[in-house]
């Protein structure tokens, strides 16, 4: 059974920072491209950042410049260094992963909250 398990999330002011990580458990042969998803209270999920297994980023452009993801592969652990926060980043913070187990599959974790107060 493969798990994604996010932690990191909270209550912060604007202008503060967060960092959210996740981390694959199971029984799986490799992890492919990982990111960060997240969703408003009554808006779509949307795209925050991905990385891929070699270290290539994409970011969503509200959030270029302040967010970072990076991975750990050895830890088979994605992070989200969130800084410059601000109210319109409040949301749920959904971690995904393609897991190669042995088929590539895409998993989703539970979500994290995030809040940023003005």
């Known amino acids: 059974q493969v798990q994604l398990v996010e932690s990191g999330g909270g209550l912060v002011q604007a202008g503060g920072s967060l960092r959210l990580s996740c981390a694959a458990s199971?029984?799986?042969?490799?992890?492919?491209?990982m990111g960060w998803y997240r969703q408003a209270p009554g808006k779509q999920r949307e795209l925050a950042a991905t990385?891929?297994?070699?270290?290539?980023?994409n970011y969503a452009d509200s959030v270029k410049g302040r967010f970072t993801i990076s991975r750990d592969n050895a830890k088979n652990t994605v992070f989200l260094q969130m800084n410059s926060l601000k109210p319109e980043d409040t949301a749920v913070y959904y971690c995904?992963?393609?897991?190669?187990?042995?088929?590539?599959?895409?998993?989703w974790g539970q979500g994290t909250q995030v809040t940023v107060s003005s």
């Open positions: 995904n992963a393609d897991i190669r187990a042995p088929y590539v599959w895409h998993y």
């Open positions: 990385i891929t297994r070699g270290g290539t980023t």
């Open positions: 199971g029984s799986f042969r490799s992890i492919e491209a």
